[in-house]
């Protein structure tokens, strides 16, 4: 028998660490980009730096490279400072989706 092995906790973890940072922003909509920056310092980097800890947990060798969780784990390890840097100021987005959306809608028969 072939065991199966699906990663749904270390996923669950980093789902859950993710909706905190978007629950912060969420907060922070409103702001200013200075209240921003400092909500971002004092409760996003700790979260960002817990999920980088979770991740450093396994060792790529430990993870089945086919699995989703692999590509997650290789997908924040190979865009670390990306994923980073909307936290070291108060005006960068935590991620591009307006862009796209919009981008959908100047040219909607391009394929992406």
């Known amino acids: 028998m072939v065991e199966s092995i699906d990663y749904k906790d270390e996923c669950e973890k ?3 660490m993710i909706h905190a940072l978007y629950d912060i922003e969420q907060r922070a909509v409103n702001y200013s980009v200075e209240e ?3 909500i971002r310092q004092r409760e996003s980097i700790p979260i960002l730096n817990a999920i980088r800890k979770h991740i450093d947990l396994y060792d ?8 989703d969780f692999a590509g997650v784990v290789g997908y ?15 005006f960068v987005p935590i991620d591009n989706n307006g862009t796209e959306r919009l981008m959908k809608h100047i040219a909607p028969n391009c394929a992406a």
């Not at 670390?80 to 100021?89: E, H, P």
Request: net charge positive; no cysteine.
């Open 60 to 67: 790529q060798s430990q993870i089945l490279p086919k699995s």
């Open 14 to 16: 980093l789902l859950d």
């Open 76 to 90: 924040i390890h190979g865009n670390w400072a990306a994923l980073m840097s909307y936290a070291s100021t108060g």
């Open 36 to 38: 921003r920056f400092a």
